[in-house]
């Protein structure tokens, strides 16, 4: 019997071309971090692939592929290379706003392989990229914005951003294509994601044009980011797991002519490890099954599992790390990269504490399960 949350039969040649794509992406991915360069030629090879336009709806010439085909998908190229993974979520999700809500023009561009990059997070607005802080002026032809965003990933490949600022006081979002008033501050240094390279947008006196609005019906409704993020740190945590897995197969115990798997505790926790990953994947399976299916309960569902799943990359790659001992420490290892980019999902917003917040009230005020 196929599992409920298999992906439909039409979408599964879209998951066999990232699963083409994902050796040249995994062979890519310790130099992009080491030089903090960004994967600009496995973006272009997804695009070449057809995936970008695959996952726009059918109504503005996309493909209308399935939420549970796009998480397969975000787990392969995550676990092969995750500032891949994280700047074409960035990138699809901005995309997906603008070509669904906003002027046709938006698909024509993604078509043409134009890039996309989701500008919505303030400096002061935590995790409420949503809701954000700044107001825009009246001005002609639409509004005027000064104001900053932050970890726009892919911000310096990209052609277009979407944005948001507070109109008439109500939450607004536009297309802002790049123009001299949108202003790169190169503050990257990071200690994991190098690869993304979020940097900090000023707008300086940036006109957010009317015809450019996305006329979103409701912010909340089921999105690429919020369901695919928690595909990210699976991808991460998969790649842990095999990457000390491997570890400790082949390194021999000193003086016993053993390996580090045939130690009890590395079996245990291992067994451990792989049943949570099991877990944290068939949370996010059931977000993207829901999703499909339109129910409003799919974000919810998407937070319960971005939740988990952070916590469980952070434990596999911190569990490789006590595997790899030393030498897991050392740059030559990838067990050290799986540590440090396991760490990003869990500050991405929502963040861990603000999902255990609104989870936990949810159980507590008797309005959530």
């Known amino acids: ?48 692939a057809g995936l970008d336009m695959a996952a726009m709806p059918e109504e ?4 209308g592929m399935s939420y549970q085909a796009l998480g397969e998908i975000l787990r392969i190229v995550g676990k092969a290379c995750p500032a891949t993974a994280c700047i074409w979520t960035m990138h699809l999700g901005a995309a997906q706003a603008l070509v669904s809500f906003g002027p046709p023009r938006y698909a024509d561009a993604l078509r043409a392989g134009e890039r996309f990059a989701n500008a919505l997070s303030e400096p002061s607005g935590g995790n409420r990229f949503l809701m954000p802080l700044q107001h825009a002026e009246p001005a002609d032809g639409g509004y005027v914005l000064d104001g900053a965003k932050r970890f726009v990933s892919g911000c ?17 979002f536009f297309g802002v294509d790049r123009d001299d008033s949108v202003e790169m501050v190169p503050i990257w240094d990071s200690m994991g994601l190098r690869g993304t390279r979020s ?20 912010p909340l409704a089921p999105n690429i980011i919020g369901l695919g993020l928690p595909w990210l ?14 570890h400790a197969r082949t390194r021999i115990v000193p003086g ?6 045939a130690m009890q505790w590395v079996q245990f926790d291992a067994a451990d490890s792989h049943v949570k990953l099991l877990a944290a994947r068939t949370l996010a399976e059931r977000a993207m099954w829901l999703a499909d299916r339109k129910d409003p309960g799919c974000l919810p569902a998407a937070m319960e599992a971005k939740l988990y ?6 434990e596999i790659a911190e569990f490789g790390l006590r595997v790899g001992g030393g030498s897991g420490f050392l740059r030559t290892s990838p067990i050290q990269r799986h540590f440090r980019d396991a760490q990003a999902g869990a500050l991405m917003a929502f963040s861990v504490e603000v999902c255990r917040d609104m989870i936990g009230k949810g159980l507590m005020e008797g309005t959530g399960a």
């Open 1 to 48: 019997m196929d599992s409920p949350f298999a992906v439909p039969g039409n979408d599964r040649r879209f998951v066999a071309a990232a699963r083409d794509l994902a050796p040249q992406f995994a062979a890519r991915a310790d130099a992009h971090d080491h030089e903090a360069t960004l994967p600009v030629d496995n973006l272009t090879a997804l695009h070449a």
């Open 60 to 63: 503005r010439g996309g493909s």
């Open 156 to 172: 310096e490949i990209a052609d277009h951003f979407l944005v948001n600022a507070l109109v008439d006081d109500v939450p607004a």
């Open 199 to 218: 940097q900090l947008l000023n707008f300086r006196g940036t006109l957010l044009r009317a015809e450019n609005r996305a006329h979103m019906v409701d």
């Open 233 to 246: 740190s699976i991808g991460i945590a998969e790649a842990a797991l095999d990457a000390l897995t491997d």
């Open 256 to 261: 016993t002519g053993a390996p580090v798997g």
């Open 309 to 314: 799943a952070n916590q469980v990359a952070k």
